[in-house]
């Protein structure tokens, strides 16, 4: 019994190491409690408790990681089914699918190379730990990627709708370059050499680079801004709280599947574009109360009411940013909505968030729905 | 839209254990004793009680000679708050700590969702 005991105190001790520090402590007391527990069989279901505690820990943590990447070899796979389509199916001879190639190309570059020039900055990752933030950075760039895909189904299809992307102009896309350029090291540059600099000034210069490139290759600046803005919004430093991201990403969603299911109907399509814009910022309302309204108490009203008016606009921005790049997926002449989709939803997530930030502070009980412990319930 | 919070039936006891003195530093096997519930049932409820501010948690201070250091566990100024009003509004014997050496059943609360 000694004998078996001392095993598992030995499993234990080395179990708890593996857990994330923040976790380790549990296991580590389990083991400390263990000396006081009567020796025996009390002492080794005591010590069998911790060990089951520490798998526990691990397995969630492991699992939340594994999912993750999952996702993000799907990703990958899908981002490289993009540019293989469009090398593939694109009639090679036509020079006006080069362009086309051009922004699948840039926005897989983008999905490759932002998380590493920002790496040092955190910017744009890793990935916040949480299901809200992972699962939104996965859907996200899967759409990105989704995007790219029907570009290039739409480029086997010449001829049909409206999508021409025009002749490939090589000055033009090294401009857009040289501009990504400019506006991803303007600011690190002018701060490293002006510290004592207006950080306005300091920002307009990429500014001016960003809208140059957004009026030269509109398509190509898009798709590096929405990959941006997908990374940063889910990075460990960002500031949209994890209600923020669930609330727009559910929001965007709701808005983009009626539209959808309208546009096959004939005789709504005179009203579609207004549908659109009308539900962008109603839904993108929604969001902007609901993030404002589980923004946790801080205890100063004022900083309350800016945090909540600050969550309100992420939500939803969040949400017509969703609700655009979904709906330029479904159907590809919806591209204004890449643009006027987040602009709408920061409008109504201002407005939802003005709403809520006023709302009385109430007491949050604390509820969780993991392992049964807590049950919450409307 | 009022919404209210029932926690298990396991987790209420500890809550209750906690809340009889709830500016005494509790240890892990006086709770265990208290509540009858097994490590392996007491450990993880501690650590969500104490990922949501309800419970802090910290070490014996000092170096005890011949033992390991202690971890020590309280209710938080919110978390007795919160203790108190799930504790009034359970039903009374699930309230109620479960007799040493034995775990209370794990059952959903009267008034709980499906």
Redesign the interface.
């Known amino acids: 019994m000694e004998r078996l005991t001392w095993m598992l105190a030995g499993m234990l001790r080395h179990a708890a190491g593996l857990l994330p520090p923040g976790r380790r402590q549990w296991a580590e007391a389990v083991r400390a409690e263990a000396g006081h527990v009567p020796a025996g069989w009390p002492r080794l279901r005591w010590l069998a408790g911790g060990l089951w505690l520490t798998a526990r820990e691990g397995a969630k943590m492991m699992a939340g990681k594994i999912v993750y990447r999952l996702g993000a070899v799907a990703v990958a796979a899908l981002a490289a089914w993009a540019v293989w389509l469009s090398w593939r199916t694109s009639p090679a001879a036509d020079p006006q699918t080069v362009t086309d190639r051009v922004r699948v190309l840039v926005g897989v570059a983008a999905l490759v190379a932002l998380p590493w020039v920002a790496r040092r900055r955190g910017w744009f990752g890793p990935v916040r730990s949480s299901m809200a933030a992972r699962l939104v950075r996965l859907a996200g760039c899967a759409a990105v990627c989704g995007l790219g895909l029907a570009v290039v189904r739409m480029d086997s299809h010449l001829g049909l709708g409206p999508h021409q992307p025009g002749p490939f102009s090589l000055p033009r896309e090294i401009a857009a370059v040289v501009l990504l350029g400019a506006a991803l090291a303007a600011r690190a540059v002018g701060k490293a050499r002006w510290p004592d600099a207006d950080p306005s000034a300091l920002w307009a210069v990429p500014g001016t680079a960003g809208l140059l490139m957004f009026v030269a290759v509109p398509l190509q600046a898009l798709a590096v801004v929405y990959v941006a803005g997908i990374l940063a919004a889910t990075s460990w430093r960002s500031p949209a709280a994890n209600a923020s991201l669930a609330a727009g990403a559910i929001a965007g969603l709701a808005g983009a599947l009626p539209v959808y299911a309208a546009a096959g109907d004939d005789s709504y399509v005179g009203w579609l574009v207004l549908g659109i814009v009308v539900l962008t910022l109603l839904l993108a309302g929604l969001a902007g109360v609901a993030a404002a309204w589980l923004v946790p108490g801080t205890g100063d009203p004022q900083e309350l009411r800016e945090a909540r008016l600050r969550q309100g606009l992420l939500a939803g921005l969040v949400a017509g940013a969703a609700c655009g790049l979904l709906l330029t997926y479904l159907f590809v002449v919806a591209v204004f909505m890449l643009v006027l989709g987040p602009l709408l939803g920061a409008v109504g997530g201002a407005a939802g968030g003005a709403v809520a930030a006023d709302h009385p502070r109430r007491s949050r009980p604390a509820r969780s729905w993991s392992a049964g412990l807590f049950v919450s319930h409307w | 839209?009022s919404?209210?919070?029932?926690?298990?039936a396991?987790?209420l006891a500890v809550l209750a254990a906690l809340a009889a003195r709830p500016s005494a530093w509790r240890?892990?096997?006086d709770l265990?004793r208290e509540t009858g519930l097994?490590?392996?049932?007491?450990?993880?409820?501690?650590?969500?009680?104490a990922d949501?501010?309800?419970v802090q948690?910290c070490?014996e201070e000092g170096e005890p000679a011949g033992?390991?250091?202690?971890?020590l566990y309280r209710l938080t100024s919110d978390g007795l708050?919160?203790a108190t009003?799930?504790l009034a509004a359970a039903p009374a014997p699930a309230a109620r700590p479960a007799r040493p050496g034995r775990a209370a059943a794990?059952r959903?609360?009267a008034g709980?969702?499906p």
Request: positive net charge; glycine residues 6%.
């Open positions: 839209m919404r209210r919070a029932a926690l298990s396991q987790a240890h892990g096997y265990a097994k490590s392996g049932t007491l450990y993880p409820i501690l650590v969500r009680l949501r501010e309800i948690a070490w033992r390991p250091r202690r971890h708050a919160t009003a799930a794990p959903r609360l709980e969702g």
